[in-house]
């Protein structure tokens, strides 16, 4: 072939396990409203920082330490991580990866997240918790377009693997994984009913 593809940009989407999801996610969904009502800190962090919204991100950032709800999900998420490594071809031999930060998100109505990486990592993700219909999804940015220099645009109707945004839809259940240093925000929520997640972070040794 004349044309080959270099330096692609993984992204991985699956469900957090094969059954379960619904009756997990509203135990979850509870036991996150409930940290926003305890986490005044968070609450008072969250009005400067996250219009809006509540995030644990500044306040309570080590979830899986005190809660065994966010340890079962410690689990679960290491085992995609080291799957998603592998796909990646990252050399994990003698090494060892760790679940670093953990943190919730919620986002009522008119709520966003501006555009930023996760430093101090090498895999970063999101699990869906309560996604209202319509709410907005994950958008990521094509890692070189401060390269791009004199590029003309895009066609509109370019190829997936062309373009310089992707968004993935939000869904309760799956879990994406990217690697920390790639770009990525949330739109605002358009929806009336609030959109709950959990972010994390993994570093490894």
Known sequence: MPIRAWFPTHIYCEPLQKSGRARF?????????????????????????????????????????????????????????????????????GRSIRLTDLWVNI?????????????????????YVTTPRDCPGLKFEDPRLSKFMAAPPKLPDARRENKIHVTYPAEAGNVILFESWLRHEVAANRTTAERISVSFNFNWA
């Open 107 to 127: 986002m009522p109505p008119t709520a966003a997240h501006s555009l930023h990486l996760h430093p101090l990592s090498f895999i970063s993700g999101t699990y």
């Open 25 to 93: 996610n509203a135990d979850l969904a509870d036991e996150c409203r409930r940290l926003r009502d305890f986490d005044a800190a968070g609450r008072r962090w969250s009005a400067k920082n996250y219009p809006g919204g509540y995030t644990s991100y500044a306040s309570m950032n080590e979830l899986h330490r005190f809660s065994s709800t966010f340890a079962e999900l410690e689990k679960k998420f290491t085992r995609h991580v080291r799957a998603f490594a592998r796909t990646l071809d990252m050399d994990l031999r």
